[in-house]
DNA sequence: GTTGACATTGACGTCGGTGTCAACTTAGCT
DNA sequence: AGCTAAGTTGACACCGACGTCAATGTCAAC
């Protein structure tokens, strides 16, 4: 009996493949994960094999089937384990302090800085990000972890959003939810057209473009 | 010799299947062209199988390597019959009266119009596109159809504010080029992302996001 | 040093999709 | 009716990726 013929759902996967108990188990699943990074943005999703991943990672094929049940799976630990990189990567941190002037500059100047991060990020992990974008359009699971991501990001752009309302610099009648969303959609949307059509942007100019969109749409004095 | 070795680029053609000479001929690739449309709405364009197209269109499976080398072939083929459907459904038609108003309200109108359809468009064309940004991200050749179609998009886009601009409603200093551009790739990122992600927006607000964007980033006024 | 649970190996069977091809059918022409 | 080129058919060989599994290795604990 090949594959055994139960009913799980897993579209091409096999047995769950537990996590390893042993240090030397976590760092054969660690080493697999990494070549599999490597396979994936060397050859993209379709084109990579098992056999590549297992290869690139100096064990035997075999192995690869004791940590992922398939091809699949391996991408999506792959997902999960970067979004978390990401957002860690993303979160608060404390800019060499802003320039000084009006309280608007200084929002914007720190619209600016959270742009200019996300579009180096994008920019750095280019053939990463193309694949999360690919596999997301097949496969429900991957799509609902970037779904998830987005909807944290959403959050805190609302959360600052009231930040500026509360202090007087938006308009209080602004729907902070509803323009979260238009404001990340745009962002993501934009990056990812510019990246997956190679658009001739050049990244400051893109940086510049967005946060203009941004202080547009919430009111703010652009700096030309 | 099962695929002759030749060294043809295509990453899984065949012959290369040459267009009907017959009027039975061109039926039999229209019906095959359109089962495929069919077969890749429904399943997408991996789980597609040459087999489900020919037996979709009633015929048996050799016919199809007549008029198509493989998979990828017919995908392309489809891509390039929709973009231009696309296009001349697309072009400047003549809608029912602009309202009347100022210049600046008239151009806006128009834009909106503009925006509500090709919003409209990609509603209802939505697996295909879908597909369409899928295979972008690994068929070269798709890409190259789709950057092409971008292109031109661009072109009308630039066209239009360069009128503007002669009408004096938009900055004369303002860079048409970069701006048209910038306007696309929002556009369609937008509308991307909000597709392929399931956003929450609502088609009505959509366009009006959008309307409101272009306007703001060309300096005409928004109506609220 | 023996034990046994965990980890690793790689040759192998299976599977399903692909593309081929020789035989057959259709239809336009004389 | 007979001829021929174009179109159609579907059984089949082939391929290559996948996932399995019995044998073998490792190492911490006793």
Redesign the pocket.
């Known amino acids: 009996?090949?594959?055994?013929p139960e009913a799980v759902s897993g579209p091409?996967?096999?047995?769950p493949a537990a996590l390893?108990?042993?240090?030397?188990?976590r760092?054969?699943r660690a080493r697999l994960l990494a070549a599999a990074r490597e396979v994936f943005e060397r050859d993209g999703f379709l084109e990579a094999?098992?056999?590549d991943i297992s290869a690139a990672a100096?064990?035997?094929?075999?192995?690869f089937?004791?940590?992922f049940?398939?091809?699949t799976a391996v991408f999506r630990a792959l997902v999960a384990e970067t979004m978390d990189d990401l957002y860690a990567s993303m979160g608060t941190r404390h800019e060499p302090g802003p320039p000084d002037g009006s309280p608007e500059e200084v929002a914007v100047h720190r619209i600016d800085r959270a742009n200019r991060r996300f579009v180096a990020m994008y920019r750095q992990n280019t053939a990463l990000m193309a694949l999360f974008e690919q596999v997301t359009t097949f496969d429900p699971e991957v799509r609902a972890l970037r779904q998830a991501a987005r909807e944290r990001n959403v959050g805190r752009v609302r959360h600052s959003i009231e930040q500026l309302q509360r202090d007087g610099l938006v308009a209080a009648d602004l729907d902070a939810e509803y323009s979260a969303h238009a404001l990340v959609a745009m962002v993501n949307g934009l990056v990812h057209y510019w990246l997956v059509l190679d658009g001739e942007f050049e990244q400051e100019r893109l940086v510049a473009a967005l946060t203009r969109l941004w202080a547009q749409a919430l009111g703010l004095p652009v700096r030309t």
Chains 1, 2 share one sequence.
């Open positions: 009996m090949p594959p055994p091409a996967g096999t047995a390893p108990t042993t240090e030397r188990g760092r054969m094999r098992v056999t100096g064990v035997a094929h075999g192995s089937y004791t940590y049940g398939s091809k």
